[in-house]
């Protein structure tokens, strides 16, 4: 797969915090990310959300595809080839060791009260930590913003390299 077929695919189950989901779509207008949502979402057409986003002036607007159940949207990213990934504090996998070159990726993240559901992580490709010290956790919009832009790093590093 080549750079340009290559998206960034970020899945959120029951986001419920209108600044978090304006934080995501900024972070994946920036990076042209996919996103897939999953469970009781607050509506994205929110008052709240849509006023931030507006304020941007951006000129796009993520691919937004929602799932009544996180199970239903892991299975239709598998069926796609796509490799889903878990986020958990508790994971012992590093972030790092994620191949976003050689993979389609997808990261999934639960709510930062509850996190994702043992069902869910049970059907992923793999659960991931981010490394870091002297704290156990990020908030949701900035864990995203760490993990896109890394991905990001990844697929663009690769194609300057191979393009040299």
């Given at each position: ?97 994620i191949d976003a070159v050689s993979e389609d990726v997808v990261i999934a993240f639960g709510t930062e009260s509850t996190g994702l559901s043992k069902h869910a992580m049970e059907m992923m490709d793999g ?38």
């Amino acid at each position: 797969m080549n750079k340009e077929n290559k998206r960034i695919g970020l899945l959120f189950d029951s986001l419920r915090s209108p600044y978090d989901i304006a934080n995501i779509i900024q972070v994946a207008i920036a990076l042209d990310c996919d996103i897939y949502t999953s469970g009781s979402c607050i509506d994205f057409n929110n008052k709240k959300i849509v006023g931030k986003v507006n304020s941007w002036k951006a000129t796009t607007y993520p691919n937004i595809i929602h799932y009544d159940k996180i199970e239903d949207a892991i299975n239709e990213l598998h069926s796609q080839g796509k490799k889903v990934y878990g986020t958990s504090p508790y994971a012992t996998s590093d972030f790092y060791e994620i191949d976003a070159v050689s993979e389609d990726v997808v990261i999934a993240f639960g709510t930062e009260s509850t996190g994702l559901s043992k069902h869910a992580m049970e059907m992923m490709d793999g659960v991931t930590t981010l490394p870091m010290q002297n704290l156990g956790f990020l908030t949701l919009s900035v864990a995203v913003s760490a993990v896109a832009y890394e991905l990001n790093r990844q697929i663009n590093n690769n194609s300057n390299h191979k393009s040299r």
